[in-house]
């Protein structure tokens, strides 16, 4: 038992150590003293679900996350010769932290996030993609819906995340929001920034894409299901789910939202308060003082491969949650 814990405690830094840019050395240096996980170690046994830890094979003993059980996976599938991934944009450096761990575990098993590799096509894209076989694992900034469900993809919770509302930095109106205000002007229902107590200024919202999990959250969330204001005027939805080119148009009119960690450390927007509380308060967001927070997910096929059960139980052991955190996310402990 000492020796497990020993091993389990070595585990942990060397991953903490690789999540962020790690030393190569060092890793091979622990897979050495721990000969039971070593890389490739999936290829070692493909009729068992490889786990972080030798004597947990379900990881959940291991993992901080309630509410969703590994072992639930049915891993009889044989394994891929690539690891293939698509989904959010909004937890992209997340999911790129967990592709660097998973590597160093695997280095035989490459790994891909978006199609091409690199150009993740939002949440709904990407569900669509695993749905269809296309992809093993899809990234969501969403709760599954019915007819995923249904298609026998589960949503496994890996963090919590706050949406920002963002103005250029250069617009005049300097204030906060109420969700009933921020639904309005969504709604298209109020247009101009004098309404809100701002200038005589038109509204320019820029909608995310169709594609992205994250309008379909905010119509959901804020909107309860109702649809967004048509396109036209000063209404626009973007065809491309991309947080930087909606940035850079808001200008000194536009309104868009996304999750803070995309927004937060822009020098040239403004995150905008609502009902007078920041998104930056990360303990406001976790506790649910602040109105627009939510889980996003890692989601995959209930019956998958060993390859696949592995890469949702580094998301969701000790060393994941703490990347959660690096990247900026909340994680659910």
Same mark, same amino acid.
């Given at each position: 038992m000492a020796t497990n814990s020993k091993n389990r405690e070595i585990l942990i830094l060397v991953l903490t150590?690789?999540?962020?840019?790690?030393?190569?050395?060092?890793?091979?240096?622990?897979?050495?003293?721990?000969?039971?996980?070593t890389p490739n170690s999936i290829e070692s046994n493909q009729n068992a679900s490889p786990s972080l830890n030798n004597d947990q094979s379900s990881g959940s003993e291991s993992s901080p996350v309630q509410g969703f059980d590994v072992g639930s996976l049915d891993a009889?599938? #044989? /394994?891929? !010769?690539?690891?293939s991934i698509d989904g959010s944009v909004t937890i992209v450096t997340l999911v790129k932290q967990f592709q660097i761990a998973y590597n160093?575990?695997? #280095? /035989?098993?490459p790994t891909t996030y978006g199609i091409p590799d690199g150009k993740p096509n939002g949440t709904n894209a990407g569900l669509k993609n695993l749905i269809d076989g296309k992809v093993l694992i899809a990234a969501s900034s969403r709760p599954l819906n019915g007819s995923e469900l249904s298609a026998g993809i589960v949503g496994v919770p890996i963090a919590r995340d706050g949406l920002a509302v963002a103005v250029g930095i250069n617009n005049p109106y300097k204030g906060g929001l109420t969700m009933e205000q921020l639904r309005l002007i969504f709604l298209g229902q109020i247009t101009n920034w004098s309404e809100v107590g701002g200038p005589n200024l038109p509204i320019k919202v820029i909608n995310r894409s169709r594609d992205s999990g994250t309008h379909s959250f905010f119509q959901e969330a804020i909107l309860s299901g109702k649809a967004f204001a048509p396109d036209g005027g000063n209404f626009t939805t973007v065809l491309q789910d991309e947080t930087t080119p909606i940035l850079r148009a808001?200008?000194?009119?536009?309104?868009?939202?996304?999750?803070?960690?995309?927004?937060? /450390?822009?020098? !040239?927007?403004?995150?905008? #308060?609502?009902?007078g509380i920041s998104p930056t308060d990360k303990a406001l967001v976790k506790n649910g003082t602040y109105p627009i927070s939510?889980?996003?997910?890692l989601a995959v096929p209930r019956k998958t491969s060993p390859a696949v059960k592995q890469f949702v139980e580094l998301?969701?052991? #000790?060393?994941?949650?703490?990347?959660?955190?690096r990247a900026g996310f909340i994680p659910l402990q």
């Open positions: 150590l690789l999540l962020t840019g790690g030393i190569l050395g060092l890793g091979l240096w622990y897979f050495k003293l721990l000969p039971g996980l009889s599938l #044989p /394994n891929p !010769t690539v690891l160093f575990l695997n #280095p /035989n098993l808001l200008g000194n009119d536009g309104i868009s939202y996304s999750t803070v960690t995309q927004i937060e /450390n822009q020098q !040239t927007v403004r995150i905008v #308060p609502i009902n939510r889980v996003v997910y998301a969701l052991s #000790p060393s994941g949650q703490q990347a959660v955190e």
